[in-house]
């Protein structure tokens, strides 16, 4: 059966009308003009084909047309109010789910979340690999991390970081450049190839040669020594992107997620 249009907003403007017997206090409760109330009213009456207010001596009466539709009117309403909390709830939800690269969740991610977790120790999590993140309606995620040049279709805020740099391990390694998809387009003949920027960084700490990697991935590393940075830093068009649809993106939990990580 075709679901017939409803005027919800002249719907609206009748509850309120009703309650308040007046066009005055309902426009007050609405922050309309009481003219913009009367042609509402009217508008509502021409679609349904019926009288719904008179004026008497007394004020504004309610026909027994308009009295009559208001029960279920009401409860409609209410029904719209629970229906909209069920939406909100997941807003409210203390598990959020994140798709990102395996060798940034390895690298980068799990330390932050671990960070967060400890003060906020009601959260809850769940990982899922990069490959996985490309539908959010399918995988129900909240936030993916996506390495590329930009957000694409969807909302998005940069992760901080210093390009790329080529680390080896401290003392030298083998004369050798670790390659992976996606790294810097010289590297594409190196010797050693590997499937992603973490498991070129984990190859130069054990000496097999040279690696050019998102410097963020490698940022702990370099701290603590496993590995040492050979020159400067070099700026790249891709980076990773914290991204999510808008719906997503302007949850308060996610929003609170990307802060805490861009921070």
């Known amino acids: 059966m075709k679901r017939t249009h409803l005027p919800l907003n002249g719907l609206r403007v009748l509850d309120a009308a009703a309650r308040h017997l007046s066009f005055t206090r309902a426009a007050d409760e609405l922050a309309v003009t ?3 109330v009367g042609q509402q009213i009217r508008a509502l009456e021409d679609t349904l084909g019926v009288v719904l207010f008179r004026r008497t001596t007394k004020g504004l009466e309610l026909t027994p047309e308009g009295e009559g539709g208001l029960g279920a009117l009401r409860e409609g309403f209410l029904q719209f109010e629970e229906a909209v909390r069920a939406m909100q709830q997941g807003q409210s939800s203390k598990s959020l789910t994140i798709a990102a690269p395996r060798d940034l969740t390895n690298k980068w991610l799990m ?3 671990a960070e967060i977790a400890a003060r906020e120790p009601d959260l809850r999590f769940v990982l899922v690999g990069g490959d996985e993140g490309g539908d959010f309606a399918q ?3 909240d936030l993916a991390i996506r390495w590329g040049e930009g957000p694409g279709e969807h909302e998005g ?8 740099v080529t680390i080896e391990r401290p003392g030298g390694g083998a004369d050798t450049r ?8 010289e590297d594409a003949l190196s010797l050693v190839r590997v499937a992603d920027a973490g498991l070129a960084i984990e190859a130069a700490a054990a000496g097999l040669g040279r690696a050019t990697v ?3 991935l490698v940022r702990s590393d370099l701290a603590n020594g496993r ?5 400067d830093p070099k700026s790249y068009p891709a980076g990773y992107w914290m991204v999510a649809p808008l719906p997503q993106w ?14």
Request: hydrophobic content about 50%; charged content about 20%; proline content about 9%.
């Open 157 to 164: 805020e940069a992760l901080s970081s210093d390009g790329m």
């Open 214 to 216: 998102p410097e963020l």
């Open 227 to 231: 590995v040492v940075m050979i020159g």
């Open 250 to 263: 302007r949850q308060k939990k996610v929003r609170a997620l990307v802060d805490a990580l861009a921070a």
């Open 178 to 185: 670790i390659s992976w998809p996606g790294c810097l387009s």
């Open 139 to 141: 995988a129900n995620l």
């Open 111 to 113: 330390p932050r979340l």
């Open 34 to 36: 009481p003219a913009a």
